[in-house]
């Protein structure tokens, strides 16, 4: 059985126990569907499954409390856990997943897979930017307090700029239109993200 958006949450919600980390896939989730829309928009292809790429964000992370003592199996615990549960992920977006860890795990390069290995740092910089705002809200933060933060080395060390930067070359997104698509899906869903 193909799993569907209900079906995926449930899961991420079984294999996860920490709530930020479950609002991270939520936040992935957002922003990979937003980054989807703005391709297809953009470029006219309409080879971009929109939903495909919300599915890849929502499950991208969801074997990390399983694997976070061993960060070489990263992802690839994740088609046997969907298994178990009698789901069948559609394999473009388990490429995807895969690829996201792609320092630690072989996966065939792909847009999709370029989009979650990008904005998945960025979620948790534009998190980090929430948290050190005066009024803790996503929604008192703009690209700009979001770019400047970006430049400081010092500020939220755990996001991986280079893993950002990419977003220009591989997705053909400059860096400020991608904090400005990512930073916008997330503050349309500030209440999902309990932010």
Known sequence: MHMNRQQAEKTVRELIANENLVRHHLAAEVCMKAIARYLKE????QTIDIEKWAMTGLLHDADYELTKEEPHK??????????????EIDREVLNAIHFHNKERVPAQESLMGWGIFICD??????????LV????????IDVDFVL????QP????????????????????????????????????HELLGL
Do not use: W
């Open 42 to 45: 953009e470029t006219g292809d």
């Open 74 to 87: 990263h992802t690839l615990l994740l088609d046997e856990e969907f298994k178990k549960r009698g789901y």
């Open 121 to 130: 740092e960025l979620t948790g910089l534009i998190v980090a930017c929430t």
């Open 133 to 140: 705002h005066p009024d803790k809200k996503l929604n008192s």
């Open 148 to 151: 400047k933060r970006f430049k």
């Open 154 to 189: 010092s500020f939220a060390k755990g996001a991986d700029r280079t893993r950002i930067i990419p977003c220009e070359e591989k997705l053909g997104i400059p860096l400020p239109e991608f904090v400005k698509i990512c930073l916008s899906a997330m503050q349309q869903n």
